[in-house]
């Protein structure tokens, strides 16, 4: 839908968003209006370079032509149905998913939040089921993020911040250890804990990547004290960290993952993947949901993940997410650059990071911000090093102004 066709000047339409929605996100000033491979829109015809990337969604590249023809094929023929009928689409993407990374059995959901419920509850189930009913307790990481409802909230190990602030008790049997510290981790477990849940790189709480050591001596700690071992890869997952699952480039299988975003490329849908033992824990009346697995959603993440596997993103986001790292430590104020893939953070000596974000923007480029000092980059896979010259020529000056700016304060 274009702005000229609803006859409102853009002023009138950012009136009725400011008087009719909920605001919870701060927003860019300008109207996305057409996207197209790297580049977003306005509706002045204005393109925005996007290290965006719809939060990590649209990995194949903003309104990629496959996804697009997928949807537009579903619509001729089905948009929904409930879960009792077999639906062609639903049942070639588990069969897509499930071989590609090495699980047995998915759950279709609406959204990653929903896809960590989903594992949350299958985890707690299967524990309850085979060892008792005080066998529920997980183990997260601090400053680890899992969404907004209550049970992936409490998963959250952020309890000073307003992801859980006023919203009264938490849901109970959550323990949060320190991220990379299996000694952390080992203390914690105790009679009743049946699971250890984390992210590979915890994206919301700074872009911190998991070593190698951390999640091999994970699975071990699982292994050896007959755990479950669960991966968000919500944000991970699907070629962001340079594999189709982060998993897979540390050569480490989990007992049950989630994943979201990419996986959809532009439509909402997640999943939660788990082993045969885990997921028959989820029986008949256990669990549902009205829109997971929907034709036109399973269409759309078919075409997004054979995208993502035929045009070897995931080894395109390793290669360009070097480059990335490498031209962001020439930066003035960087303190510390980390990522794995395209998934990366830069951290500064001073807390300008909302001001970059809005000095970027104003050069029309589009990064985010985490906090008051690191800017976090997760783009469409298929950036190139000229689109990360772009960006980071950019940054560059929005540093320096921002910099400035504070100093002369």
């Known amino acids: 839908m274009k702005l000229k066709d609803t006859g409102l000047t853009g002023k009138e339409l950012k ?17 996305a209006e057409s996207a197209e491979g ?37 619509a001729d023929d089905i948009l929904h149905t409930f879960n009792y009928p077999y639906t062609i689409p639903q049942a070639l993407l588990a069969k897509k998913i499930c071989d590609t990374i090495g699980m047995d059995k998915i759950f279709y959901q609406n959204s990653g ?16 089921d085979h060892f008792g009913p005080e066998k529920y307790q997980i183990i997260t990481a601090e400053h680890g993020f899992h969404g907004r409802t209550f049970g992936s909230m409490a998963a959250t190990g952020q309890p000073d911040t307003t992801i859980q602030q006023g919203f009264g008790s938490m849901v109970p049997g959550f323990v949060y250890a320190k991220f990379n510290d299996l000694e952390d981790f080992a203390s914690k477990i105790t009679k009743n804990t049946i699971a250890i849940m984390i992210e590979p790189v915890q994206g919301e709480g700074g872009v911190h990547p ?42 480490v299988m989990p007992d049950a993952v989630s994943m979201a975003k990419a996986m959809g490329g ?24 009205t ?64 001001e970059v974000k809005w000095g970027t923007f104003r050069r029309r480029a589009l990064i985010t911000a985490i906090g008051d000092s690191i800017n976090r980059m997760i783009p469409p896979l298929i950036a190139s090093r000229k689109d990360v010259d772009r960006l980071v020529g950019k940054m560059r000056e929005a540093i320096e102004e921002a910099a400035e700016t504070l100093q002369a304060a």
């Open 15 to 31: 009136a009725i968003v400011r008087k009719y929605m909920v605001e919870t996100y701060p927003r860019f000033d300008f109207i």
């Open 38 to 74: 790297m580049y977003l829109y306005d509706e002045k015809g204005n393109a925005y370079l996007d290290f965006y990337g719809g939060v990590a969604v649209n990995s194949p590249g903003n309104r990629n032509e496959k996804v697009v023809a997928a949807i537009k094929d579903q």
């Open 113 to 128: 939040t929903e896809a960590n419920e989903c594992m949350i509850k299958m985890a707690r189930k299967y524990g309850t």
């Open 210 to 251: 998991a070593t190698q050591e951390f999640m091999e001596g994970l699975r071990k700690l699982c292994d050896d004290n007959h755990l479950l071992l669960l991966l968000d890869e919500v944000q991970t997952g699907w070629g962001r960290t340079g594999a189709p699952m982060a998993y897979m480039g540390y050569g």
């Open 266 to 289: 532009g439509m909402p849908i997640g999943a939660c993947c788990a082993r045969k033992k885990v997921a028959e824990a989820l029986g008949s009346g256990t669990h549902g949901s």
């Open 291 to 354: 829109y997971g697995g929907s034709p036109i959603a399973c269409a759309s993440a078919l075409a997004s993940i054979s995208e993502i596997l035929d045009h070897h993103l995931s080894e395109n986001a390793e290669e360009v997410g070097n480059y990335l790292m490498d031209q962001l430590r020439t930066l003035p104020h960087v303190k510390e650059v980390r990522g794995r893939g395209l998934l990366v953070g830069v951290e500064y000596d001073l807390p300008i990071a909302m």
